[in-house]
């Protein structure tokens, strides 16, 4: 089985693709997978980075990059150039070098996991391609989001090794970490990328309406940082969702930060967001894939 994990940038999916990968005894796609099956370039940038002697962090954060460590599969799409374009964006025709790599995940661990948080609200692309894959779709308030973006473009202009290795030093991501080094700069990125979240949530909403309600859970990152059991209940139809819920609790370890003011725009959002999973959940209970919620 192929099970995506999918969200949105900084809404959690790393600490989410670790759990579930754990508690349904499968493994991620990592690094280790680029190096395998990236192009010698890019393999070759990425091995000195996990052989180097001191040790290299994903700049976005602390984690560091070795060949177990988790990664979005986008990036060996953009390697490959699969939709003919520099996208990281699941195309059709990455169906068989995305499945190669998925069979090669499953010959080791049972199950692959993957995710790839440009694919959110590409969900039923990816069931189509995929007969056997199961979607668990998070979502996180947009001020978490905006707050965890900040932070990681702030680090990850400070410390780009890895960044540059992944892009092959893009004269774009070169100009994109100078600006985020000044003030005027890091407000502009930081404008822009919530801007483009927000148009990204909205098709997001229509899209995800449509899912198959057997093949896709309705998570939230909230609920899971603070009842990691009651939050991973709602994914029952797909794994063990006592496992998921202690593996999530092993696995997210990091520290609460202050979150940006909410908007009226985004308040408006996160409501639509909210009600679009309160109403899956409640079709996914009245349709018998997820028990009848108990009364105490």
Same mark, same amino acid.
């Given at each position: 089985?192929?099970?995506?994990?999918?969200?949105?940038?900084?809404?959690?999916?790393?600490? @989410?693709?670790?759990?579930?990968?754990?508690?349904?005894?499968?493994?991620?796609?990592?690094?280790?997978?680029?190096?395998?099956?990236? %192009?010698?370039?890019?393999?070759?940038?990425?091995?000195?980075?996990?052989?180097?002697?001191?040790?290299?962090?994903?700049?976005?954060?602390?984690?560091?990059?070795?060949?177990?460590?988790?990664?979005?599969?986008?990036?060996?799409?953009?390697?490959?150039? *699969?939709?003919?374009?520099?996208?990281?964006?699941?195309?059709?025709?990455?169906?068989?070098?995305?499945?190669?790599?998925?069979?090669?995940?499953?010959?080791?661990?049972? *199950?692959?996991?993957?995710? =790839?948080?440009?694919?959110?609200?590409?969900?039923?692309? @990816?069931?189509?391609?995929?007969?056997?894959?199961?979607?668990?779709?998070?979502?996180?308030?947009?001020?978490?989001?905006?707050?965890?973006?900040?932070?990681? @473009?702030?680090?990850?202009?400070? %410390?780009?090794?890895?960044?540059?290795?992944?892009?092959?030093?893009?004269?774009? *991501?070169?100009?994109?970490?100078?600006?985020? @080094?000044?003030?005027?700069?890091?407000?502009?990125?930081?404008?822009?990328?919530?801007?483009?979240?927000?148009?990204?949530?909205?098709?997001?909403?229509?899209?995800?309406?449509?899912?198959?309600?057997?093949?896709?859970?309705?998570?939230?990152?909230?609920?899971?940082?603070?009842?990691?059991?009651?939050?991973?209940?709602?994914?029952?139809?797909?794994?063990?969702?006592?496992?998921?819920?202690?593996?999530?609790?092993? %696995?997210?370890?990091?520290?609460? =930060?202050?979150?940006?003011? %909410?908007?009226?725009?985004?308040?408006?959002?996160?409501?639509?967001?909210?009600?679009?999973?309160?109403?899956?959940?409640?079709?996914?209970?009245?349709?018998?894939?997820?028990?009848?919620?108990?009364?105490?």
């Amino acid at each position: 089985m192929i099970v995506f994990v999918s969200g949105f940038n900084r809404s959690g999916t790393t600490v @989410l693709l670790e759990a579930v990968a754990a508690a349904s005894g499968g493994a991620p796609f990592t690094v280790g997978d680029l190096v395998r099956h990236g %192009s010698p370039g890019l393999a070759t940038r990425l091995n000195a980075l996990v052989e180097a002697p001191e040790p290299v962090d994903r700049g976005v954060d602390a984690r560091p990059v070795r060949a177990d460590t988790p990664e979005e599969y986008g990036w060996l799409l953009v390697d490959q150039k *699969v939709s003919g374009l520099l996208s990281s964006r699941f195309h059709p025709r990455g169906a068989g070098l995305l499945g190669r790599v998925a069979e090669e995940i499953k010959r080791r661990a049972g *199950v692959a996991v993957l995710k =790839n948080p440009s694919d959110t609200g590409r969900e039923a692309l @990816l069931l189509r391609c995929f007969p056997d894959a199961r979607i668990i779709l998070t979502r996180r308030p947009l001020a978490g989001i905006y707050g965890s973006a900040d932070r990681a @473009l702030a680090r990850g202009a400070r %410390s780009t090794a890895y960044g540059m290795a992944l892009t092959g030093h893009s004269r774009v *991501v070169r100009l994109a970490i100078r600006a985020q @080094l000044t003030r005027p700069g890091a407000a502009l990125l930081s404008l822009v990328g919530r801007w483009n979240l927000r148009l990204r949530v909205l098709g997001m909403l229509r899209a995800t309406a449509r899912l198959p309600l057997d093949r896709v859970a309705f998570l939230d990152y909230e609920e899971l940082v603070h009842d990691p059991a009651e939050g991973s209940r709602w994914a029952a139809h797909i794994l063990d969702p006592e496992r998921l819920a202690k593996e999530f609790a092993r %696995s997210h370890s990091f520290p609460g =930060n202050p979150n940006p003011p %909410s908007s009226r725009i985004d308040r408006h959002l996160d409501a639509r967001w909210s009600r679009l999973w309160q109403a899956a959940r409640a079709r996914q209970r009245t349709a018998g894939i997820l028990a009848p919620a108990t009364t105490p």
